[in-house]
């Protein structure tokens, strides 16, 4: 396979007169559905504008390579334009750019075009290779160009790789998606290094595995490494190693800089047991979004025991009969009991993978064990999910600071810190703080609130309703929505089950209104939106908020408060009628374990009714 497989005529656009990045990504999307490759041109367009977030895919040197991996791409394919008069895209090097390469990849696990695209980037450092690009005349000369340039440049350097005779400096490339950075800054590397006489490595984390893997040899002889990523890549293996961390468009366009530095001899050696796990971009991120981090990655872990436990919980009461013995009600049958045992024990797990998980996100592997047992001992101690989230991050940080203190021991000594030191330390001393400092406050407020929920009147909890529904819709998915969501969950815990119920309606709101609005206001939406919308019905029954991204993201000043409204409204009804809900997730898959099943339905089509109308209000017709 090569570059012009993924590339055809109808996909190309020559001497594109366009005046902003918006417009630049719209043309491409619209080349790559003129290709048909995609299924759905709005959710792909979303995927795309959603990678722009994370860093411009303007690389600079005149080039923008847009590009994302979405279910919404039956196959790996390339889009290609020519903008002579060049647009501003918010390049890295502030110039305007001239040549697009739009990348649309499957999410699949067959990453067979990564390499053709890894080629595509690498030929594109060729200034030459640029120019002839940017002057050609017919889609046909462009694509004999490159298909000249990938078959010389490639058959010719493809033994030369294969020897290995030591190296001078070694080096790691990385980007989140692992597509166009992690090779162009490869290849950059290669480039500057040839000119400068200095023998190189470089090893790429693309999505399609590591390529050209560094050997524990290479590095043994390695003078210097320089690791260019944005996402973390294996560092155990450069301990002891003067080792150069930044970020990978530093790769791209810094490499003589990074060349001359890591030869300079002047170069930090870089320790395992340190936090310099991080890329640098990473450490310059607020502490607010670090914290933010650190407890997603709690979650995410804690969810999988959190959803398979609360749902068996639910179902032990379903099957279970509440006559034979109402105050043993969930495991008066043998069924049940086992149903509501299995369940338990997945759901006792919640807080000490909840602390576990935060622990290691901030100290990386020797926080894990200091907190699960910081969050064993909250869970025990009375003070809950708040004591777990505290018990997560003290032991962190704590094991992060040990980390500090025996920086300095002896290199002899360097073993026994993992298996040692850090878990017998980080043990004893997060037990020591969660049990004298951390539960006897915590488990007071935590009564405190649970006792302020039990005598909640119904306008306050009515009101309480309101406000989690609305949250779920106003980020579907990002923190606002999951800082619901977690509150929801933590109230099963102190047996709050009508919290969870509010915050599943507001929930399933957002993509059922979406749906709603699509199929009986046809004229606000066109024709593929009408079809997206369709996948609507499902993904809200299903209770997934994110199924209205696309459409928030089009069109956010209308969408998210047409949507928030309505997840307010079904939120506050599923208070005002009392329904409670066990399991935290599940959609209509557990309606029947819901307290007040009928009522819960009545709440949640007004929501979704509301959030329709609203949003048909808000909505013009289009032509």
């Given at each position: 396979?090569?570059?012009?497989?993924?590339?055809?005529?109808?996909?190309?656009?020559?001497?594109?007169?366009?005046?902003?990045?918006?417009?630049?990504?719209?043309?491409?999307?619209?080349?790559?559905?003129?290709?048909?490759?995609?299924?759905?041109?709005?959710?792909?367009?979303?995927?795309?504008?959603?990678?722009?977030?994370?860093?411009?895919?303007?690389?600079?040197?005149?080039?923008?390579?847009?590009?994302?991996?979405?279910?919404?791409?039956?196959?790996?394919?390339?889009?290609?334009?020519?903008v002579k008069s060049g647009v501003d895209y918010n390049s890295l090097d502030g110039q305007p750019a001239y040549l697009?390469?739009?990348?649309?990849?499957?999410?699949?696990?067959?990453?067979?075009?990564?390499?053709?695209?890894?080629?595509?980037?690498?030929?594109?450092?060729?200034?030459?290779?640029?120019?002839?690009?940017?002057?050609?005349?017919?889609?046909?000369?462009?694509?004999?160009?490159?298909?000249?340039?990938?078959?010389?440049?490639?058959?010719?350097?493809?033994?030369?790789?294969?020897?290995?005779?030591?190296?001078?400096?070694?080096?790691?490339?990385?980007?989140?998606?692992?597509?166009?950075?992690?090779?162009?800054?490869?290849?950059?590397?290669?480039?500057?290094?040839?000119?400068?006489?200095?023998?190189?490595?470089?090893?790429?984390?693309?999505?399609?595995?590591?390529?050209?893997?560094?050997?524990?040899?290479?590095?043994?002889?390695?003078?210097?490494?320089?690791?260019?990523?944005?996402?973390?890549?294996?560092?155990?293996?450069?301990?002891?190693?003067?080792?150069?961390?930044?970020?990978?468009?530093?790769?791209?366009?810094?490499?003589?800089?990074?060349?001359?530095?890591?030869?300079?001899?002047?170069?930090?050696?870089?320790?395992?047991?340190?936090?310099?796990?991080?890329?640098?971009?990473?450490?310059?991120?607020?502490?607010?979004?670090?914290?933010?981090?650190?407890?997603?990655?709690?979650?995410?872990?804690?969810?999988?025991?959190?959803?398979?436990?609360?749902?068996?919980?639910?179902?032990?009461?379903?099957?279970?009969?509440?006559?034979?013995?109402?105050?043993?009600?969930?495991?008066?049958?043998?069924?049940?009991?086992?149903?509501?045992?299995?369940?338990?024990?997945?759901?006792?797990?919640?807080?000490?993978?909840?602390?576990?998980?935060?622990?290691?996100?901030?100290?990386?592997?020797?926080?894990?064990?200091?907190?699960?047992?910081?969050?064993?001992?909250?869970?025990?101690?009375?003070?809950?999910?708040?004591?777990?989230?505290?018990?997560?991050?003290?032991?962190?940080?704590?094991?992060?600071?040990?980390?500090?203190?025996?920086?300095?021991?002896?290199?002899?000594?360097?073993?026994?810190?993992?298996?040692?030191?850090?878990?017998?330390?980080?043990?004893?001393?997060?037990?020591?703080?969660?049990?004298?400092?951390?539960?006897?406050?915590?488990?007071?407020?935590?009564?405190?609130?649970?006792?302020?929920?039990?005598?909640?009147?119904?306008?306050?909890?009515?009101?309480?309703?309101?406000?989690?529904?609305?949250?779920?819709?106003?980020?579907?998915?990002?923190?606002?929505?999951?800082?619901?969501?977690?509150?929801?969950?933590?109230?099963?815990?102190?047996?709050?089950?009508?919290?969870?119920?509010?915050?599943?309606?507001?929930?399933?709101?957002?993509?059922?209104?979406?749906?709603?609005?699509?199929?009986?206001?046809?004229?606000?939406?066109?024709?593929?939106?009408?079809?997206?919308?369709?996948?609507?019905?499902?993904?809200?029954?299903?209770?997934?908020?994110?199924?209205?991204?696309?459409?928030?993201?089009?069109?956010?000043?209308?969408?998210?408060?047409?949507?928030?409204?309505?997840?307010?409204?079904?939120?506050?009804?599923?208070?005002?009628?009392?329904?409670?809900?066990?399991?935290?997730?599940?959609?209509?898959?557990?309606?029947?374990?819901?307290?007040?099943?009928?009522?819960?339905?009545?709440?949640?089509?007004?929501?979704?009714?509301?959030?329709?109308?609203?949003?048909?209000?808000?909505?013009?017709?289009?032509?």
């Open positions: 396979m090569g570059i012009i497989d993924l590339l055809t005529p109808k996909a190309i656009a020559l001497d594109v007169q366009i005046t902003s990045k918006s417009e630049a990504i719209d043309t491409l999307v619209n080349l790559m559905d003129r290709a048909g490759v995609l299924l759905d041109t709005e959710v792909y367009k979303t995927a795309v504008l959603e990678r722009e977030k994370t860093g411009t895919t303007g690389i600079g040197e005149g080039i923008a390579i847009p590009h994302a991996k979405s279910g919404a791409v039956k196959k790996a394919a390339l889009a290609a334009m020519v697009f390469f739009m990348i649309a990849a499957p999410d699949t696990a067959n990453d067979l075009h990564v390499e053709v695209l890894s080629r595509l980037a690498t030929l594109l450092m060729d200034n030459d290779f640029r120019q002839s690009l940017l002057d050609t005349k017919s889609t046909e000369e462009f694509l004999q160009l490159i298909n000249k340039a990938e078959t010389e440049k490639f058959t010719e350097e493809a033994p030369a790789k294969e020897v290995s005779t030591g190296y001078d400096v070694l080096a790691v490339t990385a980007c989140p998606t692992g597509i166009a950075h992690t090779f162009m800054a490869a290849e950059s590397l290669e480039m500057k290094a040839k000119e400068m006489g200095i023998r190189i490595k470089v090893e790429t984390n693309g999505s399609g595995g590591i390529k050209n893997s560094l050997t524990p040899e290479d590095i043994k002889q390695a003078s210097c490494i320089i690791v260019a990523a944005d996402k973390k890549v294996e560092m155990a293996r450069f301990n002891g190693k003067p080792l150069i961390q930044t970020k990978v468009a530093d790769g791209i366009h810094k490499a003589k800089d990074l060349l001359e530095k890591a030869t300079s001899g002047n170069v930090p050696v870089f320790h395992a047991t340190e936090q310099t796990l991080q890329p640098e971009n990473e450490k310059a991120e607020s502490l607010g979004r670090q914290i933010y981090k650190h407890l997603m990655n709690g979650v995410s872990h804690m969810l999988p025991f959190v959803i398979g436990g609360g749902i068996l919980i639910a179902l032990a009461f379903l099957f279970d009969d509440y006559t034979i013995n109402p105050a043993n009600f969930g495991s008066n049958t043998p069924f049940a009991a086992f149903l509501k045992n299995v369940g338990g024990t997945a759901f006792g797990f919640m807080l000490p993978v909840l602390a576990g998980y935060i622990a290691m996100s901030i100290a990386d592997r020797p926080g894990l064990a200091a907190g699960f047992v910081g969050g064993m001992l909250a869970n025990s101690g009375g003070s809950g999910f708040l004591g777990a989230l505290l018990a997560g991050f003290i032991a962190g940080y704590l094991v992060l600071g040990l980390k500090k203190l025996f920086r300095s021991l002896p290199p002899a000594l360097e073993g026994i810190k993992p298996v040692l030191l850090y878990p017998v330390l980080g043990v004893l001393l997060i037990g020591a703080i969660i049990t004298f400092l951390i539960n006897p406050p915590v488990s007071v407020i935590n009564t405190w609130m649970t006792n302020t929920l039990n005598t909640m009147g119904s306008g306050s909890k009515v009101f309480l309703g309101v406000i989690l529904g609305a949250m779920m819709a106003i980020d579907m998915g990002g923190p606002i929505n999951k800082a619901s969501y977690v509150f929801g969950t933590a109230s099963l815990a102190s047996g709050q089950f009508d919290i969870m119920a509010a915050v599943m309606a507001g929930g399933m709101v957002p993509p059922l209104a979406i749906a709603l609005c699509s199929t009986f206001f046809k004229n606000r939406f066109s024709e593929k939106d009408r079809k997206s919308g369709l996948t609507n019905y499902i993904m809200g029954f299903s209770f997934i908020t994110e199924g209205a991204i696309p459409f928030a993201a089009a069109d956010p000043t209308r969408v998210i408060p047409a949507c928030a409204i309505g997840a307010g409204v079904a939120g506050g009804l599923s208070m005002l009628f009392g329904c409670t809900l066990r399991a935290p997730h599940g959609g209509l898959f557990v309606v029947p374990v819901i307290g007040s099943p009928l009522n819960y339905l009545i709440a949640l089509a007004a929501g979704a009714i509301v959030g329709m109308i609203i949003l048909a209000l808000l909505k013009k017709p289009i032509e």
